[in-house]
Every structure is written in C-alpha cells, then in structure tokens.
C-alpha cells in the first residue's frame, strides 16, 4: 500500500494484469470458438474509448443511467444510509460515484479496478474535487478472488456496481461475483447496481454499432494491445468489428472477425483463421428487472427498491443482503 500526496487517497496494487495476459490470450484462442476476455480491453488506451462510447449519441446506457442517479439522488440515499463506505468494482473514471457523495456522504470509497493509469488519474481529480473523502483505491481483477482490504471497518459497506458491467458476464459467473459481493458487504450490507434492461433490438443494435466507429475501435484495440504487449502480428485491416442482439441469448455477442483464411502469430504461438472465423470478445447480457432481481435474491441479497426512465432503458436497482 501506499499513500500519495493528498493525505486522503490510500492505494494497494494486486498487480492483476502483466503476468496472465500472455497465458490467457493463448489459452482463450485456442478454444473453439476462439475467445478473449472482455477484462483485456482495458489498458490506458481501452479506458479512453470506453468513455468515447459513454458519449456516442447511440449508447443509451451511460447518459440513462446517469439521468437516473441524478433524479433519485434522494431515494438512494436514504436506501444506501449514512456513512457508508461505498466499494465500487470496475470504477473507471468514477464519474457517477461523483453524483452521490454530496447526498450520500460516505465514510470511505474504495475503487476496484483493473486499468491501473485510469484509476490512478481518476483518483488524483475526484480526491481534489472531494477533499473530505477517504479514498482507497484498489487495483484488482475483480474476476479473481475478490478480498479487498480493510477501510473504515465500522461503516457499513455498500457495493456500488453501475454501468450494466454485471451484463459482461455468465449468468452463472454473474451469480458468484454476486455471491462474492455479498461477502464483501456482509450482513449489513447493500448493492446498488445498474443493470440495462431488454428493449427493441434496434436500439440495442445501434447501441454497440456507432456510426462513428468507435466502438469498433475499442474492439479492434484487444489486438492492438496483444501486438504492443506480447510481440503479435494481427493486421488490424484484416479483422472487423461485428456486434448483434442474440435474441435467443438475451446478450449483445461482439465479434472480431477474420477478413480472410491467415495466420496469426503471438510470441512463440501460432493462430489459424479461417475466412469469417470469429475471436468472441464481449457479452453484454439484458435483463428484465424481474429476472435481475431472482437472480440476485439466490445470491443472497434481498430487492429493496428499482428506479428505471421513463422508456424502461435501463435500471437502477438495490438490494439489502438477505
Ligand atoms: C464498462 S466499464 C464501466 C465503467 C464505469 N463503472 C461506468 O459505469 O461507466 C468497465 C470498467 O471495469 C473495469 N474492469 C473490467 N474488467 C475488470 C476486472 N476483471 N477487474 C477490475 N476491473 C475491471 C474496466 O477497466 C472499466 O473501467
């Protein structure tokens, strides 16, 4: 651990990345079908065109979710209660977290988060811009095993999981992290959660398919990175982005798909393509708000309250432990 100029940011690093990046890509693109973790996407330049996306016109789910935060600011609150310590997995820019400290105010804030330059910038403006909040950030792959360090013991604890990142994963891996999270909070716990919800598939198509390309570039940045980081070939000219609502599924699936038959080279590995083979990067699972809530109340925590807009786009949802 260690502690930074501005006296109220602690910081502890797990390291999470550099040393599976390697094994995993290798392991993952030598399954049928080939696949990478969506965690992957997040290195410095990753996190940039994360938040590019927050702004497109097509993607609803940030400014929605936002609007949400900020009309029921008051709600949830009073459902979170005083002086909690908020733990916010996958916290990114920590943009939202920002709309409840004024109402909320916590006792502590404790970021988990994997892109360690974007967690440390995001931490420096929001501990200048709150300088009363005693942050401790944590640099974590929260799909590993989720123990977070001690931080103002006496609050209660409040996990605090926007952006429908719970749609990334498995309805099944969903449900452990969510078990994972219950044992962070403890008894006395909650979790506010921000969970997209099912819709037309035309807005959720247009949502991961932007006019401007940017979430092709997000995609395509998975193999930018393997280039940089671990000595690949991939030509980017020869995969494209490809992104669509299985219905059947209930998910958004996002693709890279291989222009041609070729051959890829990572390191000491070798890759085959077959022309329109695809490297599964993402799933962004919908849910309807009953269907979140029985999933959640098997991982043991209790619906307490939901706020969604007006068109049903997305939740807001929080829940008690049971
Ligand atoms: C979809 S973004 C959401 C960011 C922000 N919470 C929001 O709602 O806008 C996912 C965030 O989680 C982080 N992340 C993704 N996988 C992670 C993992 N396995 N462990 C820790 N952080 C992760 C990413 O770096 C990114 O900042």
Not at 14 to 38: C, S, W
Not at 122 to 140: E, Y
Request: proline content about 5%; overall charge negative; aromatic content about 10%.
């Amino acid at each position: 651990m260690h502690t930074n100029s501005a006296t109220n940011l602690t910081f502890t690093d797990y390291h999470p990345v550099p040393a599976d990046f390697y094994e995993e890509i290798v392991a993952g693109l030598n399954q049928t079908p080939k696949r990478i973790a969506p965690k992957f996407f997040y290195d410095a330049r990753g996190s940039q065109l994360f938040e590019a996306i927050c702004d497109l016109p097509e993607y609803y789910p940030t400014r929605i979710e936002k609007k949400i935060l900020m009309d029921h600011v008051d709600a949830i609150s009073k459902a979170m209660g005083p002086h909690c310590c908020i733990i916010e997995p996958g916290s990114g820019s920590s943009d939202k977290v920002r709309l409840l400290l004024d109402a909320v105010n916590p006792r502590g804030y404790m970021p988990l988060e994997i892109s360690k330059h974007h967690l440390l910038a995001a931490m420096d403006r929001l501990t200048q811009d709150f300088p009363w909040l005693d942050v401790h950030a944590v640099c974590i792959d929260f799909t590993g095993d989720l123990t977070v360090p001690d931080h103002q013991d006496d609050a209660h604890r409040v996990a605090f999981f926007p952006g429908s990142s719970i749609g990334n994963f498995e309805p099944v891996d969903a449900m452990r992290f969510l078990r994972d999270l219950r044992a962070v909070v403890g008894d006395d716990g909650g979790l506010l959660i921000g969970v997209d919800l099912k819709k037309d598939e035309a807005t959720l198509n247009a949502a991961y398919n932007d006019a401007a390309g940017v979430t092709a570039d997000f995609n395509k940045n998975l193999l930018v990175r393997i280039n940089a980081e671990l000595d690949g070939d991939f030509d980017l000219e020869m995969f494209r982005h490809w992104a669509f609502y299985n219905a059947d599924a209930g998910r958004i699936e996002m693709h890279l798909v291989s222009e041609c038959a070729q051959a890829v080279r990572i390191g000491a590995h070798t890759f085959s393509f077959s022309e329109g083979e695809t490297i599964h990067t993402e799933n962004s699972y919908k849910y309807t708000v009953r269907e979140f809530q029985d999933l959640a109340r098997a991982t043991g925590f209790r619906p307490v309250e939901t706020w969604t807009d007006t068109n049903d786009l997305f939740s807001l949802q929080y829940f008690a432990a049971a």
